[in-house]
């Protein structure tokens, strides 16, 4: 059962070219890093906040421009932990098109190819069409799930500054 699915994978990918293989890297590395900020919001996430909140409610003053200026440093490094690799995950969803059509660029060499040297010869111009095409839906697929990912992500970071931000009060 495995090994079917095994050599399924494997001639599925020998279909596509070689630059499936680099699309479907991208889509490992791009959801480790999903996963990662799953991570980070289950278990470092509380811990961030609570350091950053004793820092600021451990001051006695907390009206003047330098404290409104330490807040803002406080407010700045907790932001920049929350996102955490986001940046990085929104690179990796724009990138998976763009991989995907370099996939169609070769596949289309391939037909062209086939046509120059065999005549027009159907059987071998589909492979090439095959190798065109496989790239681009698999760039397309993998994009569109990076997408829901980092959308969900981008909500929780959006919302997390913005709660840490409203706890931490001017007031005092």
């Known amino acids: 059962m495995f090994y079917d699915a095994y050599i399924n994978i494997v001639s599925f990918m020998e279909q596509g070219g070689n630059v499936l293989w680099l699309i479907a890297a991208l889509t490992f590395f791009m959801w480790a890093m999903i996963f990662e900020r799953f991570a980070y919001f289950q278990s470092e996430h509380k811990n961030v906040i609570r350091q950053a909140t004793e820092v600021w409610e451990g001051r006695s003053e907390r009206r003047s421009w330098s404290a409104r200026q330490i807040r803002d ?10 996102t955490g690799s986001l940046p ?19 596949g289309m060499i391939s037909v062209f190819d086939a046509m120059a040297t065999q005549g027009g010869n159907a059987r071998s111009m589909a492979a090439g069409v095959s190798m065109a095409t496989i790239p681009t839906m698999a760039g397309m697929i993998a994009s569109l799930s990076g997408l829901i990912g980092a959308t969900f992500i981008k909500r929780k970071v959006d919302f997390e500054v913005e709660l840490f931000q409203d706890h931490l009060t001017m007031d005092h």
């Open 88 to 106: 990085l995950i929104q690179t990796c969803v724009a990138l998976c098109p763009l991989l995907g059509l370099l996939g169609t660029v070769t």
């Open 73 to 82: 440093g406080l407010i700045s490094e907790a932001s920049d932990k929350i």
